[in-house]
């Protein structure tokens, strides 16, 4: 059997959700832990107002939603995060793995990064060349009119080079570093940037991610 790796991303969220309690700071401005959650189950749970987590006119209508659900017991809420339902159509057995891997990595990390003193994990390589799959699309769809000759490299995993032009960037870092940083987790993405300090700053300070 295949690793389990979106699983095991989700059982490992859920415990520390439920040890850290409803209000424990994320590295997701404005939301604690009770709040991640309930985005979590708004996501898996509420198609009707899924879209607005990407979609700005139903951006309203999704938020007025996750609030709701934020309002749940807070033990209620972890168990829906740790056990979806079968008929999400992004958590159901046959899109898990290949949906909800980089999102279950990316929220358990806004978790644990928000606390002092956090250390990168050591991850699987199979988790890490998982994420470097993802990491060349986003890369590519977040960053194709920065203005510079991106490289973005992952050593051991490979190279992919973006960007509409200009002196070169380089960005390097493990996978599950330059998934973070591309998905708008730069301050937290232990990654080295070189290049002219303009164009690492922008970069830096550019908004991305979905």
């Not at 439920?18 to 979590?40: Q, V, Y």
């Not at 999102?103 to 978790?111: N, S």
Request: glycine share 8%; aromatic share 6%.
């Amino acid at each position: 059997m295949p690793p389990r790796y979106a699983r095991a991303e989700r059982e490992s969220l859920a415990d520390l959700l439920l040890a850290l309690g409803p209000d424990a700071p994320t590295i997701n401005e404005g939301w604690a832990t009770r709040d991640l959650a309930a985005h979590l189950v708004l996501r898996e749970r509420r198609p009707d107002a899924a879209g607005g987590i990407l979609l700005a006119p139903l951006r309203a209508y999704a938020e007025r939603v996750r609030r709701r659900i934020a309002a749940r017991p807070y033990p209620e809420l972890v168990a829906q995060v740790r056990r979806p339902p079968v008929w999400s159509p992004v958590s159901n057995p046959l899109t898990d793995e290949l949906v909800n891997t980089v999102e279950f990595f990316i929220h358990h990390e806004d978790v644990r990064r928000a606390a002092s003193g956090w250390q990168p994990r050591e991850l699987p390589r199979g988790l890490q060349a998982t994420l470097w799959k993802r990491a060349g699309p986003l890369a590519r769809m977040t960053l194709r009119r920065f203005p510079a000759d991106l490289y973005v490299q992952a050593p051991g995993y490979g190279e992919i080079s973006v960007g509409r032009g200009g002196e070169p960037l380089r960005l390097v870092g493990a996978p599950a570093e330059l998934t973070l940083f591309l998905s708008g987790r730069q301050r937290v993405a232990r990654v080295q940037l070189d290049g002219p300090a303009a164009s690492t700053r922008q970069l830096r300070d550019a908004s991305l991610g979905m």
